[in-house]
Each structure stands twice: as structure tokens, then as C-alpha cells.
């Protein structure tokens, strides 16, 4: 069976990168684990420095923070499989995700991007995703909000390389851009049924952060012309902010 190589991007996670690291390492038809540290000033480069010579981890490390999708980028252009896998450092692949992910996807030629349904963790309360799983289904959910969740995602490397990678002027959302951006061009995009990861959900996030998305969204929306995503865009914002508040 092929074999997918993990794009790992870290910034001062140092109390839960271990753990998405070890995820990863025990997966069955693992290539090389990625590791790009985006310029952490906390315990993160000490935790990395023992890894620099573990088998099937290359780790990369940027002297200033380039933000998510430039460092998503420099994976996707310095690996040389045909599948790379996201994970982020506070999230955990379940046992046998990169096998289930490549099965289908070898199964599924038309499909460039796969994501999955995931387990949400967020304080004590665990959630189930039932996520839209066909390209019809999630095309037509895409045109309103994000439904491919990027840290469970396999893509064909070569292929988004071709279309140009991640937007990294974008801070945000960079994922939905790009999920956009393959669909308008035309390529098949869909879900796993099954949970293959389990998510982490930060509950500390900043007003600058729920403001930085929102123009990210906004962004989104005029490029692709979609007004639904504007829409929802000024629901999201008024949420988080009365969350923010409370």
C-alpha cells in the first residue's frame, strides 16, 4: 500500500505536541512526519530537538513566524509523496487514519481531498461530527460554511501544489480558501464517514483572532462571490463576540 507523508505546523504548543506527534508516529503506512516550528519562543524548539534524529521525522524550523498555510507550503513543496495528511499540534490522529484515508482515496481516484468526521473535545464535553460525506454534499455545504475540517484532511500533494498550495497572504481560514478554490476549478472533495481525529477545541481564543477570521471570511466571500459566506461570516462574528463577553 502507498505510504503518506504528515504535515505537522507548530506554534508554542508545547503541552499537547507530544502527544499529536506520537499519534502520528504510530500510524501504519506512514512516509515522513513534517514538523514545521513557525518561530515558538516556548518549550517547543527543546521538544523538537529530540526528534531532529528519530527515523521518518524531518523537522524544519522558521527564524521568524510565517503563519500557518507559508509553513503549510514549504511541506507541501520540500515532500515527494502523492498523499500528505494535516494534523495540527493540539489534535490526535486515531489508530489506522492514514491507512483508511489512502484506502479510499486509491478507491476514489476522482477525489483530491479528503477530510473525515472527527471527536470534539472541548472542557469535559465530547462531541461527534456527522459531517457531509460525497462531493455533492460538501460542494453544496461549501458554498455557506467550512465543512472539510483541515486537521483531518489527505490531499493529493501534487496536484494542490500545482493549483498554487495554500493563500498564505491569508492568516486565517486559509483551508476554506483553498477547499474554494478546489471545487471552482473544478476537482472532487469529500468526507470519511469515519472519526479519524480527535480535536482539541480552544476555548481562550482573542478578540484579534475572531476579527482576523471574520476578514478572512469576508475576503473568501467577494473572491468566490458568494454571499451566503458573507452572511455567515456576521453570524459567526456576533456569536463569538457574546461568547467572548460572557
Known amino acids: 500500500m502507498s505510504q503518506a507523508d504528515v504535515a505537522l505546523c507548530t506554534y508554542n504548543d508545547d503541552a499537547t505536541l507530544e502527544c499529536a506527534i506520537s499519534s502520528v508516529l504510530s500510524q501504519d503506512c506512514l512516509g515522513i512526519l513534517y514538523i514545521v516550528d513557525d518561530g515558538s519562543d516556548d518549550e517547543t524548539p527543546n521538544i523538537l530537538n529530540r526528534y531532529r534524529n528519530v527515523e521518518k521525522v524531518v523537522v524544519i524550523t522558521n527564524d521568524t513566524n510565517l503563519g500557518l498555510a507559508a509553513s503549510l507550503n514549504i511541506i507541501i513543496h520540500r515532500s515527494k509523496a502523492e498523499y500528505l495528511a494535516r494534523i495540527d499540534a493540539d489534535d490526535m490522529m486515531v489508530s489506522l487514519r492514514l491507512k483508511k484515508q489512502i484506502q479510499y482515496l486509491e478507491n476514489h481516484r476522482e477525489i483530491v481531498v479528503l477530510g473525515s468526521n472527527a471527536k470534539f473535545i472541548k472542557a469535559e464535553i465530547k462531541k461527534h461530527t456527522n459531517l457531509p460525506l460525497s462531493h455533492i454534499e460538501v460542494k453544496s455545504k461549501l458554498s455557506r460554511h467550512n465543512c472539510i475540517l483541515h486537521p483531518t484532511v489527505m490531499f493529493r500533494r501534487g496536484l494542490i501544489r500545482k493549483i498554487g498550495g495554500y493563500a498564505d497572504k491569508l492568516r486565517r ?74
Open 173 to 246: 481560514c486559509q483551508d476554506y480558501e483553498l477547499w474554494m478554490r478546489v471545487v471552482g476549478l473544478g476537482y472532487h472533495i469529500a468526507n470519511h464517514k469515519e472519526c479519524l481525529t480527535i480535536i482539541q477545541v480552544r476555548t481562550n481564543r482573542s478578540i484579534n483572532s475572531i476579527f482576523k477570521e471574520f476578514c478572512a471570511l469576508v475576503i473568501i466571500s467577494i473572491k468566490y462571490l458568494k454571499v451566503t459566506i458573507f452572511l455567515q461570516a456576521i453570524i459567526s462574528i456576533f456569536y463569538n463576540l457574546i461568547s467572548k463577553l460572557k
